[in-house]
């Protein structure tokens, strides 16, 4: 006998700066599914956040005026399991997990607790380093600290040299990034980034490799074969979703295997400690000379995504297909995952219905 299809609950858009590469994402998601295991359920957030009805989320989906402002958050009637296709903050930064823990529906992905941690870059850098992960060096200029005074803060920034990328704390996809040659563009860079977040991160650039590696907490965990961003210059907006200046190398070629078991190791090990479940992709950067006091060869945990992109050209299913996990085992893997960490309780919730 065939098991009646799960009523899944895609959600997508948001007010975040990521909207529209959320929007992208959960195309990919929502073609992927199989409809024969999953009842979709398209839940659209607006831009000025908020929920839209089930026709109004499917011309938002497809790029249409969605017709209508939306209103307080709501599912669908009998939404069995969310699966969260948003980025950036009122999306992969805890609220929403924390609403629906609340509620005591099944969320794919990591908890609030997983997803604050791992979208706030200080507070990753912070957990990861103090167990003795190797982190980049940064600066943090508060917007309240800035408003008082800029002397201080540029000297601390520029104590790293240059260049150096300054970036907004709870920002994805590179928006609101700069890199920066000299103190003189230091100071428009930190406005810049100040518009996105009230707190900054400065970083020296690490010259060398850009290394993702993909992780999968579903039947069992499991760490991806490091994929390589290779291009020009670096790895902004503009690359990563607007042309083609960036070639994606999966998996990454001529990296000797015990930097490939490094990389598997801390990946493993951050996805643990940043207390994620379901999905992650770790960021590395890999120096390729001698800086300083630093070795060629070093590895660097740049950055953690709870939820990776899921576009036709991101690294994280590149990475699974390339080790025979097709996008909809995925899913697949994905959902059932939050169907076991999160059982709802015996307690029915007042979940509002749309």
Not at 179 to 202: G, K, P, Y
């Amino acid at each position: 006998m065939t098991s009646p299809a799960l009523p899944l609950a895609v959600l997508f858009g948001g007010p975040s700066e990521e909207h529209e590469i959320s929007l992208r994402s959960a195309r990919t998601v929502v073609e992927a599914l199989n409809p024969a295991r999953y009842e979709v359920r398209l839940v659209g957030i607006a831009r000025d956040g908020g929920w839209l009805g089930p026709e109004a989320s499917w011309r938002l989906l497809h790029g249409e005026d969605p017709g209508e402002t939306g209103g307080p958050p709501a599912l669908p009637e009998d939404t069995a399991c969310v699966f969260p296709v948003l980025h950036g903050p009122f999306g992969e930064d805890g609220r929403v997990q924390g609403w629906l823990e609340l509620l005591g529906v099944p969320c794919v992905g990591s908890s609030s607790v997983g997803s604050q941690l791992s979208i706030d870059k200080v507070l990753t850098k912070l957990v990861l380093r103090g167990n003795g992960l190797p982190v980049i060096n940064w600066s943090e200029v508060d917007a309240r600290a800035w408003d008082k005074g800029r002397i201080g803060a540029l000297q601390e920034a520029a104590r790293h040299g240059f260049p150096v990328f300054v970036k907004p704390n709870r920002l994805g996809s590179s928006v609101g990034i700069s890199r920066v040659e000299s103190v003189q563009e230091l100071e428009e860079a930190i406005e810049a980034a100040l518009c996105h977040d009230e707190l900054v991160v400065i970083e020296p650039e690490i010259p060398g490799r850009e290394i993702e590696v993909a992780v999968l907490d579903g039947e069992t965990l499991r760490v991806s074969e490091p994929g390589e961003i290779v291009l020009e210059g670096w790895y902004d907006y503009a690359a990563k979703y607007e042309n083609d200046s960036a070639e994606l190398k999966a998996p990454a070629e001529g990296l000797h295997p015990a930097t490939v078991a490094r990389l598997k190791q801390l990946s493993e090990r951050a996805f643990r400690l940043l207390r994620m479940q379901g999905m992650a992709r770790v960021d590395f950067r890999i120096l390729d000379k001698q800086v300083g006091y630093e070795s060629a060869g070093r590895v660097y945990i740049n950055e953690v995504n709870a939820i990776p992109g899921f576009t036709s050209i991101s690294m994280y299913p590149r990475l699974f297909d390339l080790a025979g996990i097709g996008l909809p085992h995925l899913l697949d893997e994905l959902v059932q995952s939050a169907l076991r960490a999160n059982a709802p309780t015996s307690v029915e919730p007042a979940i509002a219905r749309v």
